[in-house]
């Protein structure tokens, strides 16, 4: 099995890139600070994956930024500015929509494959009860809608495709640190496993849904 791995140097890409080295797969991993892949620069989306040769049968995207800038999630409306919505969208829903656009020919048209991108239970509007996180939420629900659609283009041309978005839990990185607060956390390498036998289980009647770590679908 061949595997790619985009935002490799970060907490869950790298735990990532163990676990399917662990698992024998043949890993390539990409990121920006290793490759110059730039989510925020479609002309680096499409030049490292350019350079790519063959098929790869499970695609992670697993980028993702909850502050950008040193602006943090708003916790009112009276916090939000267009310039940090912007930024949020840029990171966390374009990017890895360019990437899925600029993944399609890397992807197996004859056999099962998975591409899946890292979004967020937040990002859930029938789950939202606690509101605030205005940006982080409206990119993440951006990019479910996203991968979906894409889902579905592309059940036309990859039949045996998952193509999902998968909510790793609150995960002990950087990027969660300052923000976990009472809720239970867990390392990237067990997140990086969990998300290893989500993929492991789907199938292509699957594409287009969006799951939990542990399996379960989450609204949408």
């Known amino acids: 099995m061949r595997v790619l791995v985009i935002g490799a140097s970060g907490g869950i890409g790298a735990a990532m890139v163990d676990k399917a ?19 925020l620069d479609e002309g680096s989306i499409a030049a490292c994956l350019g350079a790519l040769d063959g098929a790869f049968e499970r695609v992670f995207v697993t980028t993702g930024a909850l502050e950008i800038g040193g602006i943090g999630p708003e916790k009112t409306l009276r916090s939000v500015t267009p310039e940090a919505l912007a930024a949020q969208f840029a990171l966390n829903a374009l990017g890895p929509a360019l990437v899925l656009k600029h993944a399609v020919r890397l992807l197996p048209r004859n056999r099962p494959s998975v591409f899946a991108a890292l979004s967020a239970r937040v990002g859930s ?59 239970p956390t867990v390392p990237a390498s067990e997140a990086a496993a969990n998300l290893w036998r989500v993929a492991e289980g789907l199938e292509a009647t699957d594409s287009g849904s969006f799951f939990d770590w542990s399996g379960a679908r989450v609204v949408w």
């Open 21 to 39: 080295r662990s698992e024998g797969a043949e890993v390539t991993a990409l990121s920006r600070s290793a490759d110059g892949l730039d989510l």
């Open 125 to 183: 509007i029938g789950d939202n009860r606690a509101g605030g996180w205005y940006g982080y939420r409206a990119a993440k629900a951006a990019l479910n809608q996203l991968i979906h659609t894409g889902a579905i283009e592309l059940t036309r041309t990859h039949p045996h495709l998952a193509c999902v978005v998968l909510h790793p839990g609150t995960v002990q990185t950087d990027l969660t640190a300052a923000y976990a607060g009472r809720h």
